[in-house]
């Protein structure tokens, strides 16, 4: 069975840091890219950044050069180390999975985590 569990997230004061992390299971990890997205209610999720299969990264120029990905495919994670966030990086994030390669299509994804709430205020 497929599984992708999210954890951290949380209340952070501007410029803080958190730091995500999609553990995967039920699937061969290291043959699937990850990908963040991001939503605001009524809004389309927005793709923030991606690590393909192959270890390619990708950001979106939002959050370029402020929040990192990262994948241990031995423990089946993948991590986004958010710093330097700001009130407008407020939203649920999800974690999602597609093979093997990344892109921004939210429907190109074929699972998807539980998503966790992101609140940037101080």
């Known amino acids: 069975q497929v599984q992708l569990v999210q954890s951290g997230g949380g209340l952070v004061q501007p410029g803080g840091s958190l730091r995500l992390s999609c553990a995967a299971s039920?699937?061969?990890?290291?043959?699937?890219?990850i990908n963040w997205f991001r939503q605001t209610p009524g809004k389309e999720r927005e793709g923030v950044s991606c690590?393909?299969?192959?270890?390619?990264?990708f950001y979106s120029n939002s959050v370029k050069g402020r929040f990192t990905i990262s994948r241990d495919n031995a423990n089946n994670t993948v991590y986004l180390q958010m710093n330097s966030l700001k009130p407008e990086d407020t939203d649920v994030y999800y974690c999602?999975?597609?093979?093997?390669?990344?892109?921004?299509?939210?429907?190109?994804?074929?699972?998807w985590g539980q998503g966790t709430q992101v609140t940037v205020s101080s």
């Open positions: 999602a999975m597609r093979t093997p390669y990344c892109d921004n299509i939210p429907s190109h994804y074929d699972y």
């Open positions: 039920g699937f061969r990890f290291s043959n699937h890219a």
């Open positions: 690590i393909s299969g192959d270890g390619h990264i």
